[in-house]
C-alpha cells in the first residue's frame, strides 16, 4: 500500500473526544498490575512508525532502533502509570517530549516485557526511504512521521469500509486520486473499468475523498483532549504534509 503525503483538505469538525488516546492512557493508568498489554498493544502498534523514526534519525542502526522502540513503549507505559499525561492535551506532544527524555537519559534495566513489533525491520525501511528524501532532525522527522501514519491510518480505515460495502474494487480505482485529479484518459479507463458513466465517477471520487478528510479528522481528535487541541493538530498536519521529502 502507498501512503499518501499530500494535503487531504482538513475540515473543520469533530468536536466529539469519546475514544482518544487518552482512554488508552487512562487504561494503562488504572492497570496499577502492569498487564495492560491491549491498551499499550494499540499505542505501540498506531505509534511505533514515527518512533523508529526518530530513533533512526538519532543515529541508531535498524536493529537497534527497533529494540529501541521496544524498550521505549515499555518505558512510556510505565511513565504513564506514574504520572498525569493528558495534562498535555495533546498526544503527539507528550510522545515526543517522552521520546527525547528516553533518547537523553534511557532508563535502565530494560523491563523484562517488551512489546512486539508490528512490522519488520525491512518494511519499516522502506516507507523511511520512500517518505523522507532529505535529512531531517529527529524531531522533524518524528513530526513528519507522526503526520504521515494519521493518513496512513484514515486510509486504512477507508479502505475496511470499502470492503465492508463491497466496494473494495472501486476504492482501489479510485484512491490514487484521493489527493490529484485523474486525467481525462484516466477517467475514461475508470467508466470501462467499473462500468459506469463519467459523471458517476466524478460524484464517486468526491464522495471517497470527503469520507477520507472525515476520518483524518476523526484520527486527529483521537488524539487531543479539546477542540482547541485539535484545531493545533489540524495546523500542525497540514505544516508537516506540505514539506517537500
Known amino acids: 500500500m502507498q501512503h499518501q503525503s499530500k494535503n487531504p483538505g482538513l475540515g473543520s469538525s469533530a468536536d466529539a473526544f ?3 488516546r487518552w482512554s488508552l492512557v487512562a487504561a494503562l493508568r488504572a492497570d496499577s498490575s502492569g498487564s495492560g498489554n491491549d491498551p499499550l498493544t494499540e499505542l505501540s502498534h498506531n505509534y511505533w512508525y ?3 523514526a526518530f530513533l533512526r534519525s538519532s543515529q541508531l542502526e535498524p536493529e537497534a532502533a527497533q529494540h529501541g522502540c521496544r524498550r521505549f513503549f515499555a518505558h512510556l507505559a510505565d511513565a504513564i502509570r506514574s504520572g498525569n499525561p493528558a495534562e498535555s492535551g495533546r498526544f503527539r506532544v507528550y510522545l515526543l517530549d517522552q521520546l527525547q527524555s528516553f533518547v ?3 532508563p535502565a534495566p530494560p523491563p523484562l516485557t517488551l512489546p512486539e513489533p508490528p512490522q519488520a525491520v525491512a518494511e519499516l525501511e522502506q516507507r523511511l526511504l ?4 532529505l535529512a531531517l532532525t529527529p524531531e522533524s522527522i518524528f513530526e513528519r512521521s507522526f503526520g504521515l501514519q494519521v493518513i496512513s491510518r484514515s486510509r486504512d480505515r477507508l479502505r475496511v469500509e470499502a470492503e465492508k460495502s463491497g466496494r473494495t474494487l472501486m476504492f482501489e480505482r479510485l484512491a490514487p486520486y484521493l489527493t490529484v485529479e485523474p486525467n481525462p484518459q484516466r477517467v475514461h479507463e475508470l467508466t470501462q473499468e467499473l462500468g ?3 459523471l458517476a465517477i466524478q460524484v464517486a ?10 476520518l483524518v479528522e ?4 483521537e488524539t487531543v483532549s479539546s477542540s482547541g487541541d485539535l484545531e493545533a493538530e489540524r495546523a500542525a498536519l497540514l505544516r508537516v504534509l506540505a514539506q517537500t521529502p
Open 218 to 221: 476523526a484520527e486527529l481528535a
Open 196 to 198: 459506469i458513466g463519467k
Open 205 to 214: 471520487v468526491r464522495r471517497l475523498r470527503q469520507r477520507f478528510r472525515d
Open 18 to 20: 469519546g475514544h482518544t
Open 104 to 106: 537523553e537519559a534511557p
Open 50 to 52: 514515527p518512533v523508529y
Open 130 to 133: 520512500d517518505e523522507h528524501g
